[in-house]
Antibody, heavy 119, light 107 residues
């Protein structure tokens, strides 16, 4: 049974860098696409970025200038960095397993990390 | 970018009712459409992928269909555990946008 466990700082000040990591346990890592999705408090879902072993990374154009997604295949982990955060970046961030052909089908989700940006 | 809309934004129905949620894409996405259910404080759960394929373990009372750029999620007989917010998502091209959600309450 594949499980995703995510961790990272939950309280940031404006202009700091958000850094989250997601560990993949119990299944294949290199075969799938992996992504990050976020949800502002009380609002809907926003796809942030995707990564795949050996494939290109893709970013949401609305965040592309501030976001980096990366893989660590040796530890079966992937990470998200979002720099220059503002209050608008507050919300729950999820790591998600996609399909073998894209991240568009999120069948396994992490538990979510609540990130609050406040001075 | 592809935009997704959903209707209604919320609904209240009784146990046993047939419930329908509509999702519309701003352009053709073929069958690249997913449906998720999210309960308060929890991560979304994949219900349907590729427009009409039921994810493993999802009850057969859930079904989905496509007509052009319109997609319909149907719950044939609403159960108490079906409360939550339902989101559609296009997986045709990045960024993989979600619809704004439909909140389902049980009367």
């Amino acid at each position: 049974q594949v499980q995703l466990q995510q961790w990272g700082a939950g309280l940031l000040k404006p202009s700091e860098t958000l850094s989250l990591t997601c560990g993949v346990y119990g299944g294949s890592f290199s075969a799938y696409y992996w992504s990050w999705i976020r949800q502002p408090p009380g609002k809907g879902l926003e796809w942030i970025a995707e990564v795949n072993h050996g494939g290109p990374t893709n970013y949401n154009p609305s965040l592309k200038s501030r976001v980096t997604i990366s893989l660590d295949t040796s530890d079966n982990q992937f990470s998200l960095k979002l720099n220059s955060v503002t209050a608008a970046d507050s919300g729950v961030y999820y790591c998600v397993r996609g399909a073998t052909y894209s991240s568009g089908r999120g069948d396994i989700w992490g538990q979510g990390t609540l990130v609050t940006v406040s001075s | 970018d592809i935009q997704m809309t959903q209707s209604p934004s919320s609904l209240s129905a009784s146990v046993g009712d047939r419930v329908t949620i509509i999702c519309r894409a701003s352009q053709s996405i073929d069958n690249y459409l997913n449906w998720y259910q999210q309960k308060p404080g929890k991560a979304p759960k994949l219900l349907v992928y590729l427009a009409s394929s039921l994810q493993t373990g999802v009850p057969s009372r859930f079904s989905s269909s496509r007509s052009g750029t319109d997609f319909t999620l149907t719950i044939s007989s609403l159960q108490p555990e079906d409360f939550g917010t339902y989101y559609c998502q296009q997986s045709y091209s990045t960024p993989f946008a979600f619809g704004p959600g439909t909140k389902v309450d049980i009367k």
